[in-house]
């Protein structure tokens, strides 16, 4: 028996039921492999999803610590260092000491980051507009408008607890 709170047919409250959560969840995971297929085309270069996600925050955020990129991709700060690290030697980003507080050190992007943040944006556009040619009008706006409700609730999703015996790996 699952413990999602859903009903066996939708509500009055326009709640999903458990077999469209499980759809969604499907749903969810085709498109992080999208993504993730995406990004390993040849054309688009040795950068992967999580690395294309920092700098684009980078680019819409501008210069940021290492707490507060950490806290925005939701890694350890160690695990963003590392991420950072790579992205250095491929000269996409930099360490800069902080305008406003001299003792700080802040991540920015290069000029070859925000180019390559500028030609992967574009590129991915060009993309959804190759899927959206095989939508009618009613599925494209469907399908904006689903995304746009994620992108406005972002914040204030929390992902669940761990499981107390959880067998991760």
């Known amino acids: 028996m699952s413990n999602l709170s859903v009903n066996s047919t939708p509500d009055t409250n326009h709640s999903l039921t458990e077999a469209q959560l499980h759809r969604l969840v499907d749903i969810v995971l085709f498109k992080q492999r999208l993504l993730i297929k995406y990004f390993t085309r040849r054309d688009v270069g040795k950068i992967s999803v999580t690395q294309f996600i920092m700098l ?67 590129r991915m556009a060009q993309f959804l507009a190759e899927a959206a040619k095989r939508m009618t009008v009613e599925e494209q706006q469907a399908w904006y408008q689903t995304n746009e409700a994620l992108y406005r609730i972002e914040p204030q999703l929390t992902p669940p607890p761990p499981e107390a015996d959880s067998d991760r790996i």
């Not at 819409?60 to 610590?65: E, F, K, M, Y």
């Open 56 to 122: 684009d925050q980078l680019a819409a955020r501008g210069p940021l610590n290492m707490g507060q990129l950490a806290q925005i991709m939701r890694h350890t700060t160690p695990a963003t260092t590392g991420i950072v690290d790579r992205l250095i030697a491929a000269e996409l980003v930099e360490r800069k000491t902080n305008p406003n507080d001299r003792r700080q050190i802040v991540i920015a992007l290069t000029p070859k980051g925000a180019g390559t943040v500028r030609a992967l944006r574009e």
